[in-house]
């Protein structure tokens, strides 16, 4: 199958993460100009053979089975900054409604956070394409990557005393919590101000009502930008009039704007609260990432 990822998360917002050496690791879709690094990547993996019998131990055979990978699946990279490919997630469509996945990361870059990032992106990515279930199969003795795979939402659907497990995620109940409109989970109550607010006003709004950010609206509720803590860092700001030091470059969604859209843009914009717009543009909400949390809680 050919799939268009134009219109996905991943392509248009490569994710960036810090992993736990507090190194920057970005995840994006596979380019033309990765190809050779990612077989690279294959090549210097020690020790081969170790994982189903992958990666195949002769360099040729390895250097086939690579690229055999890039011109048959959907592939995610994910970069390092300072040392090129450390991990590799590949989806293979077994039909129109099932996939399969390859989460693979550099045995120097293991236990770091690669392969969470890497399988939450695929599992962005298969339920964007479409797909009802993944499936993967992943050796008994392979504890990391279970635990991985369990914390992501698989389940076992062979057990017993076999070399290789099945696992199994059912995307149906993914996408019902990712699609419902975030004006039904955002927050109503919100504490605005306006462009002629004094910044030392809205400095005590910070402190007291320990909000994160302050929506600038207009006399007729219309957004007109956001005020955050940084902007007041700076003494002589609180001097100021909000409208004179508010950011106007805002990321807002509107009412019917789906969960699935605002995760990904807290997580590729690195944001913590969003503005809600009615179609007028009038401002009606707030959805934070705490008010996710709770969604999720309720729905537990």
């Known amino acids: 199958m050919d799939f268009d990822l134009t219109d996905t998360t991943i392509y248009n917002f490569p994710h960036a993460f810090i992993n736990r050496r507090g190194e920057a690791i970005l995840i994006r879709t596979l380019e033309p100009a990765h190809h050779q ?8 993996y020690r ?3 170790s994982f189903s019998g992958l990666p195949p131990s002769t360099d040729e055979a390895c250097t ?7 011109d048959h699946a959907v592939n995610l990279l994910a970069l390092s900054f300072e ?4 991990g590799h997630a590949a989806l293979f469509a077994i039909d129109e409604t099932s996939c399969e996945i390859l989460v693979v ?6 236990r770091i956070g690669i ?3 890497l399988m939450r992106c695929l599992i962005q990515l298969s339920h964007e394409l479409h797909f009802e279930r993944i499936r993967l199969h992943v050796e008994a003795g392979n504890h990391v990557a279970r635990h991985v795979y369990e914390k992501c939402g698989f389940h076992y659907t062979t057990r017993g005393l ?19 409109p975030v004006g039904e989970i955002m927050n109503r109550d919100v504490i605005s101000v306006g462009p002629e607010t004094p910044c030392r006003e809205a400095l005590r709004l910070f402190l007291e009502d320990r909000v994160a950010s302050l929506p600038v609206v207009d006399d007729d509720g ?21 409208g004179e030091v508010l950011t106007r470059d805002v990321v807002s969604v509107q009412q019917g704007y789906p969960l699935e859209s605002v995760i990904s843009l807290f997580r590729s914009r690195k944001l913590r609260c969003i503005p809600v717009l009615d179609r007028h543009m009038r401002l009606v909400g707030v959805v934070g990432r705490k008010d996710v949390l709770a969604y999720y809680r309720n729905r537990l």
């Open 37 to 44: 690094p990612l077989i690279d990547m294959y090549l210097a």
């Open 47 to 49: 020790p081969r053979n």
């Open 64 to 70: 086939r089975w690579v690229a055999g990978i890039i």
């Open 222 to 242: 219309r957004l007109r930008g956001i005020l955050s803590e940084t902007d007041l860092l700076t003494e002589a700001n609180l001097a100021k009039r909000v």
């Open 83 to 86: 040392k090129g490919p450390v």
């Open 115 to 117: 392969g969470t990032e």
């Open 162 to 180: 076999v070399a290789e497990l099945d696992m199994s995620l059912d995307l149906a109940r993914y996408r019902s919590s990712l699609l419902v």
């Open 105 to 110: 990361v550099a045995p120097s870059q293991q």
